[in-house]
């Protein structure tokens, strides 16, 4: 669901609102309550990230799963070689 951006013409009170794609854009200023808001345009960020981030040990293989995919694949070659010889 997309985030949108509103500002009261009345208050000058600039607000994000996280709102699905298929519902009414917000008329009402949460701050002066008065029916003066519009969306503003923006160039669709597209994904926004809030928070302490991501770092690249969030996703990193650790090296013993590298190892054990490393032994799997020769253990695989070994047993296509033996198979071939009989």
Same mark, same amino acid.
């Given at each position: ?6 500002? /009261?013409?009345? /208050? !000058? ?10 519902? #009414? ?5 949460? *701050? ?13 960020? !597209? ?5 302490? !981030? ?5 996703? *990193?293989?650790?090296?013993?799963? #590298? ?5 799997? *694949?020769?253990? *695989? ?8 010889? #009989?």
């Amino acid at each position: 669901m997309p985030t949108y951006e509103y500002l /009261c013409k009345n /208050c !000058g009170y600039r607000f994000e609102k996280f709102q699905s794609i298929n519902d #009414e854009p917000v008329r009402e200023c949460p *701050k002066c309550k008065q029916i003066k808001v519009e969306r503003l345009l923006n160039g669709g960020s !597209g994904l926004i990230f809030k928070g302490s !981030g991501f770092y690249i040990t969030d996703y *990193k293989k650790s090296q013993n799963s #590298e190892s054990n995919t490393q032994k799997n *694949k020769e253990a *695989k070659n070994e047993k296509a070689t033996t198979n071939k010889t #009989e």
